[in-house]
Antibody, heavy 118, light 112 residues
């Protein structure tokens, strides 16, 4: 059974940093691309970033313009874990952050809430 | 960026009746490999999104066959043949053909 478990969310001041983690199990993690998607409370879904897997564009990374230069996606295949390093956080980054398997999101985690506020 | 436009915003439905959601893209979603990377997701209140349909018309494992996806180029439809109570929530289309990936704004389905 595919499982994705995000962690690392919390309250951070504007300009601060957080690192989100997504622990994956139940599939060959290294093979698949992985994706971060966020959802502002009560609003829709916004793609944030994706990273390739050995079966799809290697370790190429892709970012939404809204986070480019501030967020970094990475993966540790030995730990079956996906990361999102978020720097220079802004109030508009406040959202629930989901990790999803593949570029197409065939499985999603439960999400972790990031609140950027002073 | 490819803009995904869903309609309607809100869809009151009667149990047992069909329902249909439209999604239009600002560019063709046909990729160079011939596939159309158009997915549909369902999100119930308080839950994570769940993918229902991938690559235009393929149902994910465990998705009831009352859900179907169709369309071509820039015009897509999700149909529910007979709505059940568990189908309430918000439905999103998403394109995976072009970077950046983009979602539609969502269609809220509720029981009339």
């Amino acid at each position: 059974e595919v499982q994705l478990l995000e962690s690392g969310g919390g309250l951070v001041q504007p300009g601060g940093s957080l690192r989100l983690s997504c622990a994956a199990s139940g599939f060959l993690f290294s093979f698949y691309a992985m994706t971060w998607v966020r959802q502002t409370p009560g609003k829709g879904l916004e793609w944030v970033s994706s990273i390739g897997g050995s079966g799809d564009s290697g370790d190429r990374t892709f970012y939404a313009d809204s986070v480019k230069g501030r967020f970094t996606i990475s993966r540790d295949n030995s730990k079956n874990t996906l990361y999102l390093q978020m720097n220079s956080l802004r109030a508009e980054d406040t959202a629930v952050y989901y990790c999803a398997k593949g570029r197409g999101g065939d499985h999603w985690g439960q999400g972790t809430l990031v609140t950027v506020s002073s | 960026d490819v803009v995904m436009t869903q309609s309607p915003l809100s869809l009151p439905v009667i149990l047992g009746q069909p329902a249909s959601i439209s999604c239009r893209s600002s560019q063709s979603l046909v990729y160079s490999d011939g596939n159309t990377y158009l997915n549909w997701f369902h999100q119930r209140p308080g839950q994570s999104p769940r993918r229902l349909i991938y690559r235009l018309s393929n149902r994910d494992s465990g998705v009831p066959d009352r859900f179907s996806g169709s369309g071509s180029g820039t015009d897509f439809t999700l149909k529910i043949s007979r709505v059940e109570a568990e189908d309430v929530g918000v439905y999103y289309c998403m394109q995976g053909t072009h970077w950046p990936l983009t979602f539609g704004g969502g269609t809220k389905v509720e029981i009339k």
